[in-house]
């Protein structure tokens, strides 16, 4: 039955006592009506829909448990089996009030938590059901959200490894030397972090069961060495870009498909300090009178940052994760990137030294590509890469990797593409590969190819092949060389062999769309022939696209060229 403790402010608390026989029904009910608003709030940020009575008993079970240890509430195993089925039933019963905002019916599913309980409502007279995912994506809008401090946003309340991380950090950092611990082995400092936090748990009077105390140790150090709550996004293989829109707005790319994440910032300081230890690393700065940086991470992984007064809405961090998979030509062919024929004409191509530039959208696949025909490239040739930010993966023993550098606070220093591309002519480069295409250097990488280093490769931003050329001739025009537009185009023709256009289609796969043959001038205009393109003819039920990988049956204008490599023979068997 139930007992009276007194608790440390001299309030009475409600408890079961640990006597033989538990609490009797009606108390047991009352109870359960007390604890049902807490449970609804614990319990409904991990319903995914489609939950059944066993998983909400877990979960309910889980969250009582605290709730006990909370409010002094002794329970015996009758009385802990018996509240469990109560607050399952009244749960359960609970959400009728969501299903009913899911048919329209605003008053009756606007009632608060503490009003879904019906004290006269008898568990076995409650329905026994499925929660569907809608009733839990309402539950989650009706209950998890609050009024912020000061903020006409909604917002969530903290969670309990939340306010115990607000409260034990400063605590942490007064018994540690933060300069030490960022040297220190992460096994070596987690060990010695759980030890104080265990301390300081135990000082505070702070309850956390083992899994929740596991996570806030590895919050409170990925805040002091990593990326705070972006880590457990880097970690995710699945993951390909992280998109940091402020402090509550971080969406991933997985999949080709955007997704939005539950990962969040404390507030707009909190993504600040995170884009200063990024790109302190390398020597750099960001403030206001440095608003935009371009910066990787120590495994490669590109990032741009760009905060007010540029970025209206808060400091904004986007990464292009470094990737650790391989990807080969192979790889791409069963991923049903392009067909085998496609791929081994491309291994062709790469064998004879043609210069090929890459071109497609943002984040449609370029340097996914350009890596995996680098590849191909003999081990004997030295290769000379430049790029804004060093993120290709060649695997090739002779390489001299070059990096842009932006001017220093003076305004001073910057060193362009266009720099070491020159610089790169001097070096004896077998082949050059130029990360991106983007303004004036064009005309030197042109230049280059032109005058010996056959085998180059490089890639741009267009939609199309032909627009591919456009872009080109308008960023010769950039370089400030007064050229008539034949003579420029007569130049690109000459440098340019193929053009692969790849792009991210709408089911999130990437394809190789088109593969362009640059076969010389028809009077002022620059004359191509495709030799492979996709072509779409639908999808399937799964949201798939549906389409073949069709050879335009052309010989190709490189057939000789092959022959010099003595692989025509080969070429001609896959066009």
């Known amino acids: 039955m139930f007992s009276w403790l007194s608790s440390k402010e001299g309030e009475d608390v409600p408890a079961v006592s640990n006597g033989s026989r538990g609490g009797t029904q009606p108390e047991i009910q009352e109870l359960a009506v007390s604890m049902l608003p807490r449970v609804a709030k614990a319990i409904l940020p991990q319903l995914k829909g489609g939950e059944t009575r066993g998983r909400l008993a877990q979960l309910i079970k889980g969250v009582i448990a605290d709730i006990a240890i909370e409010d002094r509430v002794e329970l015996n ?21 969501v299903d009913a905002l899911a048919r329209g019916d605003s008053a009756a599913a606007a009632r608060e938590p503490e009003d879904w309980a019906d004290p006269g409502l008898e568990p076995d007279e409650t329905p026994v059901r499925q929660i569907s995912p809608e009733a839990a994506a309402q539950a989650n809008a009706l209950v998890l959200y609050e009024e ?48 104080i936090v265990g301390e300081l748990m135990q000082e505070e009077q702070i309850h ?117 998979k391989k990807i080969t030509l192979d790889v791409m062919e069963r991923q049903a990137n392009l067909s085998a024929q496609m791929a081994t004409v491309l291994r062709i191509a790469s064998r004879s030294r043609l210069n090929i530039l890459i071109s497609g959208g943002t984040g449609s696949g370029k340097t996914t590509l350009l890596n995996a025909l680098s590849r191909l490239i003999d081990s004997r040739e030295r290769i000379v890469t430049i790029e804004d930010a060093a993120e290709l993966q060649l695997q090739q023993p002779h390489v001299v990797r070059l990096e842009t550098r932006a001017p220093n606070l003076e305004g001073t220093g910057e ?12 070096m004896r480069p077998d082949r050059i590969i130029l990360g991106e295409i983007r303004g004036e250097e064009a005309i030197d990488m042109l230049q280059a190819m032109n005058t010996g280093h056959d085998g180059s490769l490089s890639t741009i931003h267009a939609n199309r092949p032909r627009e591919a050329l456009t872009r080109l001739e308008n960023m010769v025009g950039m370089s400030g060389i007064n050229l008539p537009p034949r003579a420029v185009r007569t130049q690109i023709a000459a440098a340019v062999h193929m053009i692969v256009q790849i792009s991210r289609m709408r089911d999130g796969i990437r394809r190789i769309t088109h593969i362009s043959e640059i076969v010389g001038m028809e009077e002022d205009i620059i004359s191509m022939q495709d030799l492979f393109w996709f072509e779409y003819k639908g999808e399937d039920r799964n949201g798939r696209l549906v389409g073949d990988f069709v050879s335009g049956g052309v010989r190709p204008h490189f057939t000789s060229r092959a022959a010099y490599y003595g692989l025509e023979q080969l070429l001609v068997e896959n066009v």
């Open 77 to 97: 195993l009758l009385d802990q089996r018996n509240l469990v089925t109560a607050l399952l039933n009244r749960f359960i019963d609970s959400i009728g009030g």
């Open 148 to 195: 912020s401090d000061g903020d006409d946003e909604k917002a969530r309340p903290k969670t309990k490894i939340e306010v115990a991380k607000e409260h034990l950090q400063p605590l942490l950092l007064e018994r540690i030397d933060a300069g030490l611990a960022a040297k220190m082995d992460r096994v070596d400092l987690q060990r010695d972090v759980s030890s």
């Open 208 to 324: 956390l069961n083992q899994r929740e105390k596991r996570e806030l140790v590895d919050d409170m150090i990925n805040d002091m060495l990593g990326l705070g709550p972006l880590e457990e996004l880097l970690a995710d293989d699945r993951v390909t870009d992280i998109m940091v829109n402020g402090p509550k707005q971080v969406y991933v790319e997985r999949g080709g498909k955007l997704d939005l994440t539950k990962v969040e910032f404390r507030d707009n300081a909190h993504v600040m300090s995170i884009a200063s230890r990024i790109v302190s690393r390398i020597g750099r700065r960001i403030d206001e009178s440095v608003p935009l940086v371009d910066a990787r991470l120590l495994d490669g992984s590109r990032v741009n940052i760009i905060i007010p007064p540029l970025a209206i809405d808060g400091p904004s961090i986007s990464i292009r994760k470094f990737a650790k």
């Open 415 to 426: 060193i362009t593409m266009r720099h070491l591309l020159k610089n790169t002519l001097r």
